[in-house]
């Protein structure tokens, strides 16, 4: 770990650290960039119109050494990598199909999925709850979504993991990895697109040829979103939702609390996500020469929001380090990001956790933690082994 004054582009603070430059200042100029630490100019800081982030998806590409070649083209005309009107094109289908009406009618089918999930455990004494439950749902999710055979969601589980994990770990022995991967999904993508588009129908796959045939997209933009919407669906809720049972089964009180009032679902998932965001660390940069919270910023000067620090703002959440499943939902976590460069899939996301807790606390409530061990990196927070017993033997 390092002091937040020295961070470098890739470098990891912890939380305490984090948390001890937070008291001193709201902002700390760091050999990278600027910190932002307090909740108040997080928010400012991801809603600002001259902080911009599309430059930063290569960046963070760049760290890991991806060179020219399909991987690096493709990034260069996907949404992530976009601004202005052109950003706005791209997200409104997607955001029109991911809209919380939509996800809230995928309700049955993703209960029927973790009902199946559970049912197909073998051994309820001791589960890889990471591996055999949280990587799983989201990529069956996904191909009921998508109308893709759910024989698949192995697959895509293996290519979302070979795409993302590269670039927010910061790890560059998988560059060829996530290149070979990026391949396979936009070609896999392509050709359910292209065989739905024979028989269209009414899941999201069909939504999106819908919305190439009424001129909102391309044929090219068409393909490119049906492979991003492959990679992004996937390994940050199989993480959170490992993060989010085991945080509550290390307090059997509120675990109780939650098996004779599940109103509290909502509440529990969100204060797991305060303390413990998937997401540590929002970057933008600046579009122009600017202030900032009383810091002068050049053009293209990076700013790097802390997630972890600004959901621990005394100012904002009494007790910050108390995990308390009671605490108000407003105000709300970062870790979705805020405004035009906000999270799409934060609804599908938090819809599979709570129906995913809902689902254990229902079937085994006397689960158990076994083991549990996580890393923190300096963007991302990563869930390395999470073992449960259901049965609670």
């Known amino acids: 770990m ?12 912890s939380t305490v650290e984090l948390l001890a430059a937070q008291r001193e200042s709201a902002v700390v100029r760091s050999e990278r960039g600027l910190e932002v630490l307090r909740y108040q100019e997080a928010l400012e800081a991801l809603r600002h119109p001259q902080l911009f982030r599309a430059k930063l ?17 493709f990034l260069t005309r996907t949404l992530n990598s976009q601004e202005g009107e052109q950003r706005s094109r791209l997200r409104n289908p997607l955001a029109r199909i991911l809209a919380p009406r939509s996800i809230r009618k995928l309700t049955d089918g993703v209960q029927d999925i973790v009902a199946k999930i559970l049912d197909d455990i073998h051994n309820p004494d001791d589960v890889d709850f990471l591996e055999d439950v949280c990587w799983r749902l989201p990529s069956m999710v996904y191909c009921m979504m998508v109308s893709a055979p ?3 969601a192995p697959t895509i589980q293996r290519l ?30 392509v050709k359910h697109i292209e065989e739905r588009r024979r028989n269209l129908g009414d899941d999201f796959t069909s939504a999106l040829i819908r919305e190439q045939i009424d001129g909102n997209l391309t044929e090219q933009e068409l393909h490119d979103i049906g492979a991003a ?6 390994d940050n809720t199989a993480h959170s ?5 085991a945080r509550l089964l290390e307090r059997p009180d509120d675990w109780h609390r939650l098996t004779e009032d599940r109103s509290l679902i909502a509440g529990a998932t969100e204060e797991t996500i305060r303390l413990w965001p998937r997401f540590r660390t929002h970057m933008r940069y600046a579009s122009e020469d600017m202030d900032f919270a009383d810091a002068a910023l050049a053009r293209d000067d990076m700013v790097f929001i802390s997630v972890a620090a600004a959901q621990q703002d005394p100012a904002v959440f009494p007790d910050p380090e108390k995990f308390d499943i009671t605490r108000p939902l407003v105000p709300g976590t970062l ?34 933690l076994l083991e549990f061990e996580e890393e923190e990196g300096p963007f991302i927070r990563s869930v390395t082994k999470c073992r449960i017993s259901l049965s609670g033997n």
């Not at 998806?57 to 083209?73: K, M, N, S, V, Y």
């Not at 910061?170 to 896999?188: C, H, Q």
């Not at 919407?229 to 996937?234: G, M, P, Q, T, Y």
């Open 57 to 73: 998806f290569l960046w963070r590409h760049d760290r890991i050494g991806l060179g020219p070649g399909f991987a690096r083209e």
């Open 335 to 368: 870790v979705f990001g805020q405004g035009k460069y906000s999270c799409i899939g934060m609804h599908l996301a938090r819809l599979e956790m709570h129906v995913l807790l809902n689902a254990v606390l229902e079937r085994f409530p006397s689960a158990r």
């Open 229 to 234: 919407l492959l990679e992004a669906s996937v």
């Open 150 to 152: 759910m024989e698949l």
């Open 160 to 189: 979302s993991d070979s795409i993302l994990a590269p670039m927010l770990t910061v790890d560059p022995t998988r560059v060829r990895e996530l290149e070979d991967a990026r391949r396979e999904a936009y070609d896999l993508a």
């Open 241 to 245: 939702a490992a993060i989010t049972v």
């Open 2 to 13: 390092v002091q937040v004054s020295a961070l470098g582009p890739t470098d990891t603070a």
